[in-house]
């Protein structure tokens, strides 16, 4: 078996991503095992050697590992860290912290130091002189709950379920977002003389 401490992180990255994209063309979830699994079956180490350098990409955020539905499964942070974020002390992540606990979507809740990475490994982040995103974070949680978005259980956040997609549609700063789903509710109560076929 080949000695696995001379294999570069980006090397190691290249394979676990290869095995994440074969599973995701076979329409499966990357799940530990199947990512295993898949680079395995081109490299010779063993299983926990292979799980063991995941988890080790992961901390170097090379790998961005998601619960999805309560499933753990794996990604390539470079498809989901497009996103260009500019931190100052007075932005508002209300709506960020509450999408990325959807995502993260674990059953017994995220903390903040989880939901700090996952924002941090999700997206392109730019901390501006005199901000600082922990504090940004504590204090956007707590503006989701204020609204019913999370619910807050010790040192854990979850979704609700009651959030902007059934509430106002509108952003931090009060702007209405695309979506005109309520617009449609209204309508069918004002007929205002038109015609009834």
């Known amino acids: 078996m080949k000695d696995s401490d ?3 992180s980006a090397q190691w990255a290249k394979w676990v991503l290869e095995a ?3 599973i995701r063309v076979q329409k499966q979830r990357p799940s530990l095992e199947r990512v295993c699994y898949g680079v395995r079956q081109n490299h010779n180490y063993s299983e926990s050697t292979v799980s063991e350098k995941i988890e080790q990409l992961v901390n170097e955020g090379l790998i961005l590992k998601v619960y999805n539905k309560g499933q753990l499964s ?3 942070p470079g498809g989901t860290a497009s996103r260009c974020i500019v931190i100052a002390r007075d932005t508002d992540l ?3 912290v509450t999408r990325s606990i959807k995502e993260i979507d674990d059953p017994d809740g995220s ?3 989880t939901i700090e990475k996952y924002i941090m490994q999700s997206n392109r982040i730019d901390v501006k ?3 600082d995103l922990t504090t940004i974070i504590k204090t956007s949680l707590k503006r989701a709950v204020d609204k019913g978005w999370l619910s807050n259980e010790g040192k854990t956040y979850k979704a609700t379920g009651t959030d902007e997609a059934g509430g106002s549609r509108r952003d931090s700063k009060g702007t209405p977002c695309k979506s005109k789903r309520k ?3 209204e309508t069918p109560k004002v007929s205002h003389g038109m015609r009834n076929n």
Do not use: C, R
Request: net charge positive.
């Open 129 to 131: 002189a005199g901000a």
């Open 183 to 185: 617009q449609s509710v």
């Open 74 to 76: 794996y990604k390539d």
């Open 6 to 8: 001379t294999i570069t």
């Open 94 to 96: 209300t709506k960020l």
């Open 111 to 113: 903390s903040v130091k």
């Open 20 to 22: 994440i994209e074969k």
